[in-house]
Nanobody, 119 residues
Framework: QVHLVESGGGLVQPGGSLRLSCAASGSISSITAMGWYRQAPGKQRELVALSTGGFTHLADSVKGRFTISRDNAKNTVYLQMNSLKPEDTADYYC??????????????WGQGTQVTVSS
């Protein structure tokens, strides 16, 4: 059993910052990738940031404002969000591709954390 637990969402004014954290726990043999997706009301879920094999990918809409980082010893991924805009308002979901012991890789999702950017 694998669990992803997120924290760090909340309400922030435009121009402000938030830091999201996501810790993976349970039966983990290896983690191939960790990242963040978001889903705004009435919109499809979209990739925000992904870290895999030493490479990182950021959506064009967040480049220069968001940073993704990982602490592999803690199986944790972070999303530092600066210069937040109202259009960043969404539910943010942690994602991880994990291989449990003696099993194939699978995709796992956190429960989601709400980020609201509003004055």
């Amino acid at each position: 059993q694998v669990h992803l637990v997120e924290s760090g969402g909340g309400l922030v004014q435009p121009g402000g910052s938030l830091r999201l954290s996501c810790a993976a726990s349970g039966s983990i043999s290896s983690i191939t990738a960790m990242g963040w997706y978001r889903q705004a009301p009435g919109k499809q879920r979209e990739l925000v940031a992904l870290s895999t094999g030493g490479f990182t990918h950021l959506a064009d809409s967040v480049k220069g404002r968001f940073t993704i980082s990982r602490d592999n010893a803690k199986n944790t991924v972070y999303l530092q969000m600066n210069s937040l805009k109202p259009e960043d308002t969404a539910d943010y979901y942690c994602y991880a591709r994990i291989r449990p012991p003696s099993l194939v890789e699978n995709d796992y999702w956190g429960q989601g954390t709400q980020v609201t950017v509003s004055s």
